[in-house]
């Protein structure tokens, strides 16, 4: 649940990075409280609940997308590209800073997490 908030937090930020898990989480979340607001308001009489939901939510999932594109150092508006933004979104992000931010994980340099040099090798000989 806290990454559900801390999108909402930023709620219009479109600048900087978001980790996979800040993205799938607010998705997951939301899609779960907007499927109990179908339910509960169509059984309260008021089917249209869950749209204003979707509503006040639509610009801070806008923006969860275009910072995660960020994250895998892609411009915001490849999050039109149908089949292409699902990839990159379930795709992880660049090590290290990019031109859109730092890492959120933290990492420095390219691969710096996922590849490390053997120290026995002298690259000299």
């Given amino acids: 649940m806290k990454y559900f908030f801390l999108v909402l937090q930023k709620y219009a930020q479109f600048s900087g ?14 899609t779960i409280i907007s499927l109990i607001l179908k339910y509960a308001g169509t059984a309260a009489g008021s089917p249209y609940i869950d749209t204003i939901y979707s509503l006040a939510v639509l610009i801070p999932s806008i ?8 994250d895998v150092g892609k411009s915001g508006w490849f999050i039109l590209i149908p089949i292409y933004n699902l990839i990159l979104a379930c795709t992880d992000g ?7 931010g730092p890492d959120p994980k933290g990492r420095e340099g390219f691969g710096a997490m996922d590849y490390q040099k053997p120290f026995d090798i002298d690259p000299t000989t």
Avoid at 17 to 30: D, I, Q
Avoid at 63 to 70: C, E, K, L, Q
């Fill in 17 to 30: 990075r978001s980790r996979r898990s800040e993205y799938w989480y607010f998705a997951l979340f939301s």
């Fill in 63 to 70: 923006a969860v997308g275009v910072r995660r594109m960020h």
């Fill in 94 to 100: 660049q090590p290290g800073d990019n031109e859109y």
